[in-house]
């Protein structure tokens, strides 16, 4: 069973378990997601959040811009109280991922965008419910013994 389908059924397990529904399209998304930055180690921005935000605007380019979102939400759904031990509060995070994801929206013909920003803080609870540690979710190993 690869990666994906791991995520994938773990995933849409825990949404059967809870009665939650999203579009397909969101779905699948996330799943991605997870996918794609499971193995990366840059879950805080270098430069910051802020300092990222503010030049995203300078030239938009729309994969930056969803790469910046996309952060936004796995760096919330991943750690909810980093924010508050600096004063911050996860809405001021969920801020600049939500209107990334507008800008994106606005520069692209993708819906998913628009609905993404629509549904930051549903997807941030879920994915923070799925992937809370104590939940059985057993993945393969990505690097394969040489």
């Known amino acids: 069973m690869t990666v994906r389908a791991q995520f994938q059924q773990h995933f849409h397990d825990y949404l059967d ?14 799943i991605d997601l997870l996918v794609a930055r499971i193995d990366r180690v840059d879950i805080i921005p270098d430069p910051s959040f802020a300092e990222r935000y503010l030049q995203l605007y300078q030239e938009p380019r729309v994969s930056v811009i969803v790469d910046y979102a996309d952060s ?27 209107s990334s994801y507008y800008c994106a929206g606005d520069l692209t013909t993708d819906p998913r965008y628009t609905q993404l920003g629509n549904w930051f803080y549903s997807l941030q ?22």
């Open 72 to 98: 936004a939400l796995f760096f919330c759904s991943l750690m909810p109280e980093y924010g508050s031990r600096r004063g911050l509060s996860m809405d001021y995070y969920a801020t600049l991922g939500i």
């Open 125 to 146: 609870r879920i994915i923070t419910a799925a992937i809370k540690p104590h939940q059985d979710l057993r993945l393969i190993s990505i690097y394969k013994d040489s």
């Open 17 to 30: 378990r809870t009665g939650c529904e999203l579009p397909p399209a969101l779905s699948d998304y996330v």
